[in-house]
C-alpha cells in the first residue's frame, strides 16, 4: 500500500499526484479525498486520545499526593474514572477510524511510473523489442494437438479425478517438465540468485498482505482446517513477498537476488471458458520467478526491473523461442505495480504472441504493509524507509512446454531445445507416439 503520508498537504505532499495515477488506471479518483478525510478525523481522536491520557495522569499524581497529605481524594477519583470511561470511548474512536482508513488506503494503487503508456486497452500495450524469427508455415499442429500425438499428458484421466484442467503429466512430459525447472534454476544461479523453494500455501493474515482482495475470489484456493484457514499459492511471488516480513534489511546486503520454485495453484475463476483445453491455462502448475529487493534510493530498483526483464528474454533466446517485449499500459496493471513489462512468445499455429513471463517494479507497495523496512531499525517511526520489491516470472512451466512443442515440432515429432537435453538424458527429438491424428481441438479421430 501506499503511505499515508503522500496524502498529507501539511507533511509537504501533493495529494494530486495519487488522483493523477489513480485517472492514469482509470480507477476511483474521490477515494483520494475520502482518505484525506478519514486521515484527518483518525489524527484528530488521536490528539484527543493523548490529551485524556495526559490528563488521567496528572489526575492520578493529583490523586497520589492527597492521600499522602490524608485529604479526601473522592472527588478527584471520580474524575479519574470519568477520564477513563472517556478514553476507553476514544480509543475505540480511533481504532475504528484508523481501520477504516488503511482498508480504503489498501484499495488505492501503486503511483503508476511515468513511462507506462496510458490506455484502459491491452490492445495499445507498446511493443518495446522483439526477438527471433516467427514460424509461420500454413496448418501447423496446435499445442494441444501436439501433446495428444505425444503422449505426454492425460488430461481425460487428470479430468477424471481432478476435475476440469486436471491433468497427469507422463514420461517425456515429466522430464521436460523438470528439465525446464532445473535449467531455469540453473541459469538463474549463474547470474547471482539464490534458489528458495517456497511453501505452497500461506496463512490467510499473511496471504492478505501478499495478495490483493479481488485475488481471492477469482485465483485462490482455501484450505480449511482445525480453525487455521490457509491459502494455496497462486505465484511463487507471494511467499517470496513474505520471507522477510518485519526485518530490516542493511543496505551492505542489498540486492537481493532469489530464484523462487513453486507449484501454484489458481482457480482461474476469472477466465472461464478460455485455453480449458491442453495445460497451457490450468489450475496447478510450476514456476521458476525471480524476485529481487533493492534499495529504495535513486533508480536502484528500476536498473534491476531492466536487467530482470533481460534475464527472462536471455533465457528465451537460449531456448530459440521468438517473442516480444511490451510493456503494459496503466489500465491493466495491478495494484502492486508501478510498471509491467510482458515477454510475449510466438505462438505459431495461432500465428500470435501469448504471454509467457511478466515483470513487475512494485516499488515499496509491498514491503509497507509487510513492514520490510531499509536500513538498520531505528526508533523514530518517520524516518522508516522500505525497501523496492520486484517480481518476474523466468518460466511457467507448463505453459513454456506449449511454446516449445509448436516452435519445435516437425512432421514425426518435436525437437528438444538444446540446453534442456543435459536434463533429458541426452535425448535430442521427441517422436509422436500415435497415428491416430488429432482435430483442431485435440481430439483423436480415428485413423
Not at 495515477?21 to 481522536?45: G, M, P, T
Not at 471520580?78 to 488503511?102: C, G, H
Request: glycine share 6%.
Amino acid at each position: 500500500m501506499l503511505d499515508i503520508n503522500v496524502f498529507r498537504e501539511d507533511k509537504g505532499n501533493n495529494p494530486e499526484i495519487i488522483r493523477e495515477s489513480q485517472r492514469r488506471r482509470f480507477a476511483d479518483v474521490d477515494i483520494v479525498d475520502e482518505i484525506i478525510r478519514l486521515d484527518k478525523e483518525w489524527r484528530q481522536r488521536q490528539y484527543e486520545l493523548d490529551k485524556l491520557r495526559r490528563d488521567f495522569n496528572l489526575i492520578n499524581k493529583q490523586v497520589a499526593k492527597l492521600k499522602i497529605a490524608g485529604e479526601d481524594a473522592s472527588e478527584v477519583i471520580k474524575s479519574s474514572e470519568e477520564n477513563r470511561q472517556s478514553s476507553a470511548k476514544k480509543d475505540a474512536e480511533v481504532q475504528e477510524t484508523k481501520a477504516a482508513l488503511y482498508l480504503k488506503l489498501g484499495t488505492v494503487g501503486n503511483l503508476v511510473h511515468d513511462s507506462v503508456p496510458v490506455s484502459d486497452d491491452e490492445a495499445n500495450n507498446a511493443v518495446i523489442r522483439t526477438w527471433g524469427e516467427k514460424r509461420q508455415e500454413p496448418k501447423l499442429r496446435n499445442h494441444v494437438e501436439l501433446v495428444e500425438l505425444l503422449g505426454i499428458a492425460d488430461l481425460e484421466k487428470g479430468a477424471n479425478v481432478a476435475g476440469g484442467r486436471g491433468y497427469y503429466l507422463k514420461g517425456d512430459g515429466v522430464r521436460l517438465n523438470q528439465a525446464l525447472i532445473n535449467f531455469g534454476l540453473e541459469f538463474l544461479e549463474k547470474r547471482g540468485y539464490m534458489a528458495l523453494q517456497t511453501p505452497f500455501f500461506l496463512r490467510k493474515d499473511i496471504m492478505a498482505k501478499c495478495a490483493q482482495l479481488a485475488q481471492f475470489d477469482e485465483e485462490l484456493y482455501k484450505v480449511t482446517g482445525e480453525g487455521d484457514d490457509k491459502y494455496l499459492i497462486a505465484t511463487a511471488e507471494q511467499p517470496l513477498c513474505a520471507y522477510h516480513l518485519d526485518d530490516w534489511i542493511h543496505p551492505s546486503k542489498l540486492p537481493i537476488r532469489y530464484a523462487g520454485y513453486s507449484s501454484c495453484f489458481r482457480k482461474e475463476a476469472g477466465s472461464h471458458g478460455r485455453d480449458t483445453l491442453g495445460i497451457f491455462r490450468v489450475h496447478q502448475f510450476e514456476k521458476v520467478e525471480q524476485f529481487c529487493i533493492t534499495s529504495p534510493n535513486g533508480n536502484d530498483s528500476w536498473d534491476m526491473h531492466e536487467e530482470m526483464i533481460k534475464n527472462s528474454e536471455e533465457f528465451y533466446q537460449m531456448l530459440k523461442i521468438p517473442y516480444q517485449v511490451v510493456a503494459i499500459v496503466s489500465g491493466a496493471l495491478n495494484d502492486a505495480a508501478a510498471k509491467k513489462y510482458d515477454l510475449e512468445a510466438w505462438f505459431p499455429a495461432s500465428q500470435t504472441y501469448r504471454e509467457l513471463v511478466s515483470c513487475s517494479n512494485c516499488t515499496d507497495y509491498q514491503s509497507r504493509r509487510l513492514e520490510i523496512r531499509y536500513g538498520q531499525k531505528k526508533n523514530n517511526e518517520q524516518a522508516k524507509q522500505y525497501v523496492h520489491m520486484l517480481n518476474s516470472t523466468l518460466t511457467a512451466t507448463e505453459r513454456t512446454i506449449c511454446c516449445i512443442l509448436e516452435n519445435y515440432q516437425s512432421q514425426n515429432g518435436v525437437e528438444i531445445p538444446e540446453p534442456l537435453r543435459p536434463y533429458m538424458g541426452g535425448k535430442s527429438f521427441l517422436p509422436f507416439q500415435t497415428n491416430a491424428t488429432p482435430d483442431a481441438k485435440g481430439k483423436k479421430s480415428k485413423p
